[in-house]
């Protein structure tokens, strides 16, 4: 394993630590309201800062953009840190979500971990290395049909200002696909996606740190991801297709005619 990918795995299981003992009881979190339906733990907050630590302690001069905490330094390469994404289903005690690392070298994604503690399922890719699940190599499915795909998604639930052309995209989706899921973890959704539990999965509006790791992950198992004209402005904007090569096209097409003006940017 890269040396910088082994340092990021040893960091998302610190994370892990902190996450897994706080899971025995959520009761005694301490929670703040960000924004409406958007929550943030002490856990948060603290497996951020440990995530931090070891990357920093291995590599002093390298620069971070964290969920929580935002950027720090100034480097060619940048750590993408989301620490617990599905914070949502963590505080119900619904067993989906995951830690998420993702490393960029000058603009390119070079090192993706994300770590889901309750299955112990650890998912890692260098670029040009493929993508891994437990060691064990990983691809995407080998579906051709929209028809015969599960397909991942994430509902507005913080910000309603697309939820009309969601809701239109949805209801495509769902009759042209085999069933559409939504698990609450954008990363994890990624992660299956490479790992050919998911054939596709499409969002709009998330965050960098939701899916840097995960969009490494779909490429180096052989995926696509693209924004919703099939291009590659999805890290920025965060509006995100991705899929088996066949899978990923005729979603695309699917979710077109909903693609309003705001969408395209
Ligand atoms: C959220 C999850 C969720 C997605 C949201 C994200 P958080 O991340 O990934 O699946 O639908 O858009 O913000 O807040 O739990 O880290
Ligand atoms: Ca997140
Ligand atoms: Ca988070």
Redesign the pocket.
């Known amino acids: 394993m890269q040396p910088m990918l082994s340092t990021a795995v040893k960091a998302a299981r610190r994370a892990a630590n902190i996450i897994t003992r706080a899971s025995q009881d959520t009761n005694l979190l301490q929670i703040q309201h960000k924004d409406h339906n958007?929550f943030v733990t002490e856990v948060d907050r603290a497996a951020e800062a440990t995530i931090i630590e070891t990357l920093l302690d291995a590599y002093p001069n390298h620069a971070i953009l964290a969920?929580e905490s935002g950027q720090q330094g100034d480097s060619e390469y940048q750590w993408i840190i989301?620490p617990?994404?599905?914070?949502?289903n963590f505080l119900h005690g619904f067993p989906q979500y995951c830690i998420s690392i993702a490393l960029v070298h000058n603009g390119q994604l070079e090192q993706g971990v994300i770590y889901d503690p309750t299955r112990n399922d650890l998912f890692t890719a260098s670029r040009g290395q493929g993508a891994f699940l437990n060691d064990r190599r990983i691809r995407v499915s080998k579906a051709l049909k929209l028809a015969d795909a599960l397909i991942g998604t994430?509902?507005p639930?913080r910000d309603f200002t697309h939820l009309d052309t969601y809701m239109g995209m949805l209801r495509d989706v769902l009759q042209k696909s085999a069933g559409v899921r939504r698990p609450?973890?954008?990363?994890l959704?990624l992660a299956y996606v490479a790992a050919g539990r998911f054939d596709g999965f499409w969002?709009i509006?998330?965050?960098k740190w939701?899916i840097a790791a995960g969009c490494l992950l779909v490429k180096e198992a052989g995926g696509l991801v693209g924004d919703f004209q099939g291009d590659d402005s999805y890290i920025d904007s965060g509006n995100i297709v991705a899929g088996t090569p066949k899978v990923f096209a005729q979603l695309l097409q699917t979710l077109a005619p909903h693609v309003t003006d705001a969408l395209k940017a």
């Open positions: 958007d969920e989301d617990l994404d599905g914070t949502t994430g509902f639930y609450g973890s954008a990363a959704d969002e509006g998330l965050n939701d």
